[in-house]
Structure formats: C-alpha cells, structure tokens
C-alpha cells in the first residue's frame, strides 16, 4: 500500500492538538488533524453564562510558546473589535464562550483539519515504516485513511461516574450535557447535584437562584469532607512547571499514584470566588424565607436506583458511619472525566510503552513508543506526568517539546526551569558525611 505519507496525524482536536495545529503551521509540517465531532466544540454543556475559563488568556493556544502567533488570543480579541472592551474588562480570564469561538476561529484558519473523521485503528506498515490511520466518516459512513510518520494522540478525557452511581447514568445527567438538559431539569420538583469539582459548584450556582420560585428542591451531595477551594497560591501554581514535571515523571510508580490522589485539590476544586458568591447567594436568598436546598459534605453515594419515577440515594457518612436515603427527581452527576487508552491503539500496541497497571507508559517527552520518538500523546499522562497534563496553561509547552522530537529543533524555545523553588533534592547538593 502507498500513496502520499504526512509528516504528522493528529487524532482529535481539542484545545491541545489545535494548538498543536497552529504551532505546526508556520514550520511548513506536513500535518493533519482528524476529530469524530462536525467542527471545535469545547464543553457546550457546560457554557453557563458568565463563567470564565480558569486559567490567564496567555493560556491560550500558542502565547506561552511564542508569543508572536499569528493564532493567539489577543490576535483574536483584535480581529473581532474586542480587544478595548478586554482591556477596560482589567481580567486575566477570558469568558469560556470567548475561548471556545477563539478557538473556532483558529480551527477556520488552518487548512488541515478534518471533521467527522473517528479514528477507528492505528497500524504500522513496516515496509515504508509509517503509521497507517483509519477513520470512519461520521457524516457519510466512508472509511478514510492517512499516512504518517508521526502520530499524535489528543483525545481528552469521557465523562465518568463512580461505580455506585453507573446504575443510573442512562437516566442522570453528566454535567457535561447540563446545559441541554437545564430547562428539563428545571420543570421537575427536585434536583441533586453529585460531586464536588468546579462543574458542581457552577451548576449549583446557575440553579440556586430559582430553586424556590421555580418550584424545585435543590441538593448538592460531596463525599470530600468539604468544599474545598482550589489551591491558587503562587507557589503551588509554580508546580505546573518544567521542573516539577520532571520531578514527579522520575518518582517511582507508586509515589506518583500516592501524589497523584493527593494533588486532585490543587486542581479539583472550586475557584475560591465561586465558593464566596455560593454563600452570598444563599445569604441574600435567605433573607426571604427558607431556601429549598440541602448541602452534604462526607456524604458518599453508596447506592443509587431509578424507579421509573424517581432516583433513590442510599448515602453513608463517612465520620458517623451512617446510612439513610434520599429521593430526587432529577440527578445531576458533576463526578468529572477519566482519561482511557483509546482501543484505536490495540493495532501498535507492540510497538508501545505499558506500565504495570496496563496504562501507556508516556516518556517525559510524551512519546510512548519505546524511544523511537514517532507516536506522542496529549493529556493523556496525568498518571506519569501529573497534574500539568490537563492544564491548558501547559499546553503550548508539551506542543514546543512534541515539535521539537518531530522536527528535531526547538522550533520554540523550550524553558527548562521557570520556577523560584527547586523540586526534589537541589542540584549539587552535599552526600550526607559517609557516603563521601
Ligand atoms: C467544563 C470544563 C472546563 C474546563 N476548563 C478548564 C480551564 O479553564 N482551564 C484548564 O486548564 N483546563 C480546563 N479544563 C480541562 C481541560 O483543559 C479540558 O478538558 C480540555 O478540553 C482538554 O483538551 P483536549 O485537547 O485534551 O481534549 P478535548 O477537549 O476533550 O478534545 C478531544 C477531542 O478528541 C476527539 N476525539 C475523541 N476520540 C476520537 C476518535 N476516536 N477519533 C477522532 N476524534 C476523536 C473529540 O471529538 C474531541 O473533539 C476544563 C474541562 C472541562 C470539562
């Protein structure tokens, strides 16, 4: 089999392989990007009004990697005549429904991007050594294929649930369908939100307002303890860096699986101001009357069922060790994403990196196939590489390091340390006494 072989295949394109797009394309790579979806949507179901992406609009796709982009978010900003408005705004972040027509915009400049295009295998031809990509086309049904010497994977993250909770997934909804379902939510007699991230407290927020009015009771149910803002002190934020990445991507397996659970409320959180406006909202709704709403904390769902009419919780405690149940019309499961291994890799699966829980075992520069530096992935290296991999802030930084393993320069340059603090023992430290 021949015809022509690309430089690089993107599969999926979200936030990270478009800004890989947009880096790609001034250095004349050869490269496309394939997505199952009609065009860049980012996270429709959850673009409640008003709500901001959390981290600066530098975060964008390319101004952390070079700040001349033609691609970037102020390029945007001055295209569409907002650019005054931005600045008299005086906030470093951007309104999500802005990022996500900033990026459209990006998406509608470049010329290789394929939409309706599943990934459905990966094989490897070993005669021309190049990576042969099948995709499904999801508007006519046509199988498609791409060849290329560089793969890289960017398929985010699926909506997930606890076990306890998987029972009702057909009849709950995942906050990322919230805002489809709102004004179904809305009509029913009782609403329980599930979770305690930045989707729950913007859901419980966007509904608290017309809880009594509009007739419903709201709950809000977390098994954290509390809840917990997310860690935004400088220090802490130093830690979505170079040097930290390559601290925690050189600790053993089962340190980086301990860190890895107890780091979730550097970034799981809810921002502190949303928390604050929560309890304001409350305070002023109170003046009026009670205010139709329960908030648990330590509060685990250990069951869950539908009975054609309603869902029934059966919740424990975690400090009393007690059981009891709730009813509720409507559930809302805001209990966030997991990232899996796509089974379109099972086809090169040998020529692949595992670790011993079966996960691909991502080298510190993203590649995963046995140092051969052709097959990347993005965001998809949370449990190797911590908690940089979902954060679009880091983003425009693995794309200079993914480039530059593609092209063999730093197309970019590429910091290698940005922070005050040093990670791990310092560099040239003194061996204790006997071992000199
Ligand atoms: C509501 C929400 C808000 C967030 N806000 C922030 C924020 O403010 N700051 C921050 O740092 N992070 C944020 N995140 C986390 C993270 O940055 C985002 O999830 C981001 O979208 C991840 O980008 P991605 O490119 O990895 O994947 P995604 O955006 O998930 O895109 C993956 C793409 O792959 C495509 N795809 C999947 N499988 C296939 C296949 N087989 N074939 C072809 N295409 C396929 C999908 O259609 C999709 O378009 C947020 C997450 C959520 C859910």
């Known amino acids: 089999m021949s015809g022509h072989v690309h430089d690089l295949v993107g599969v999926g394109i979200g936030p990270f392989n478009l ?39 530098l975060a964008d796709l390319v101004t952390m990697a070079d700040p001349t982009s033609e691609f970037s978010f102020l390029r945007w900003l001055k295209h569409t005549g907002r650019l005054y408005p931005f600045y008299i705004r005086e906030s470093f972040y951007a ?15 470049l010329p290789g991007l394929r939409w309706n295009h599943e990934v459905i295998a990966i094989e490897h031809d070993p005669a021309e050594d190049v990576y042969v990509v ?26 997930t649930a606890p076990p306890a909770l998987r029972g009702v997934a057909e009849t709950a909804v995942h906050s990322a369908d919230y805002l489809r379902s709102r004004d179904a939510l809305r009509a029913t007699d009782s609403i329980t939100i599930v979770g305690s991230g930045q989707s729950a407290a913007e859901i419980y927020r966007d509904l608290v307002e017309g809880a009594r009015d509009g007739g419903y009771r709201l709950d809000w149910i977390t098994r954290s303890p509390r809840f917990f803002p997310m860690e935004y002190t400088k220090l802490t934020l130093e830690m979505t860096s170079p040097e930290y990445t390559d601290h925690f991507h050189a600790l053993p397996i089962a340190m980086r ?41 330590d509060t685990e769902v ?25 009813e509720t019309a409507s559930l809302i499961l805001a209990t966030g994403y997991a990232s899996e291994t796509p089974p379109f890799l099972a086809g090169i699966a040998d020529r692949l990196d595992w670790d011993a829980l079966g996960r691909l075992d991502v080298a510190r520069d ?50 290698r340390r ?6 791990g023992v310092p560099h040239g430290a003194l061996a204790p006494e006997a071992a000199r």
Not at 95 to 109: G, M, Q, V
Not at 139 to 149: F, I, L, Y
Not at 262 to 273: F, P, T, V
Not at 302 to 326: K, N, Y
């Open 418 to 423: 940005i922070a005050f603090q040093e990670f």
């Open 257 to 297: 699986q301990h860190l890895g659970r107890e780091q979730r409320s550097l970034y799981k959180g809810i921002s502190a101001d949303l928390i604050d406006d929560i309890y304001d909202t409350l305070y002023r709704l109170s003046a009026d009357g009670p205010v139709p709403t329960t908030l648990l904390t």
């Open 366 to 415: 993203y590649s995963v196939d046995g140092g051969r530096g052709r097959v990347f992935v993005q965001n998809g290296e949370e449990h190797t590489h911590g908690l940089t991999a979902p954060d679009l802030g880091f983003g425009a930084w693995r794309n200079s390091s993914i480039l530059a393993s593609i092209t063999g320069r730093e197309v970019y340059p590429i910091e």
């Open 95 to 109: 309104l999500r429904t802005e990022y996500d027509a900033y990026c459209r915009w990006a998406a509608e400049r």
């Open 19 to 57: 800004g890989l797009a947009c880096l790609a394309q001034p250095t004349g790579l050869d490269a496309v990007f394939l997505d199952r979806a009609d065009g860049f949507r980012w996270h429709h179901g959850m673009m409640i009004e008003g709500a901001t992406i959390q981290v600066p609009f």
């Open 134 to 159: 099948r995709a499904m086309r999801t508007d006519t049904g046509e199988e498609s294929t791409v060849r290329a010497r560089h793969v890289v994977v960017g398929v985010g993250t699926r909506p």
């Open 302 to 326: 250990i069951a869950a069922e539908w009975d054609g009419a309603r869902h029934r919780l059966r919740l424990r405690h975690g400090q009393l060790d007690e059981t009891h149940e709730r």
